[in-house]
Nanobody
Framework: QVRLVQSGGGSVQAGGSLTLSCAIS????????MGWFRQVPGTPRDFVSS???????RYTDSVTGRFTISKDNAKNILYLQMNDLRPEDTATYYC??????????????WGQGAQVTVTA
């Protein structure tokens, strides 16, 4: 059982910054990925960024250069630093723990979500 507890989020004007945190606990041995996703009501949950145990990092194109994912392994906390925020970044953000499968990553564990609102 993996538990993910999020903190952070809030409201900010366009161009501002926010940091999301995700405290990780439980049996994470099989979880080789940690990631961030976001969701706008009525739309699918979209991938934002991931970090693999070996340090490999991925971002969706729209946040590359503005968002930074990181993980403090000593504290077991995942972060998402979000800079130069835009109104289109407004969403509920979720952290997730992932398992490498043969041709995909499954994401069985999710945080409770944090609202990020960016005003123009």
């Amino acid at each position: 059982q993996v538990r993910l507890v999020q903190s952070g989020g809030g409201s900010v004007q366009a161009g501002g910054s926010l940091t999301l945190s995700c405290a990780i606990s439980g049996s994470t041995g099989t979880r080789s990925f940690m990631g961030w996703f976001r969701q706008v009501p009525g739309t699918p949950r979209d991938f934002v960024s991931s970090i693999r145990n070996d340090g490999d990092i991925r971002y969706t194109d729209s946040v590359t250069g503005r968002f930074t994912i990181s993980k403090d392994n000593a504290k077991n906390i995942l972060y998402l630093q979000m800079n130069d925020l835009r109104p289109e970044d407004t969403a509920t953000y979720y952290c997730a723990a992932g398992i490498q499968k043969i041709n995909r990553v499954d994401w069985p564990d999710w945080g409770q979500g944090a609202q990020v609102t960016v005003t123009a």
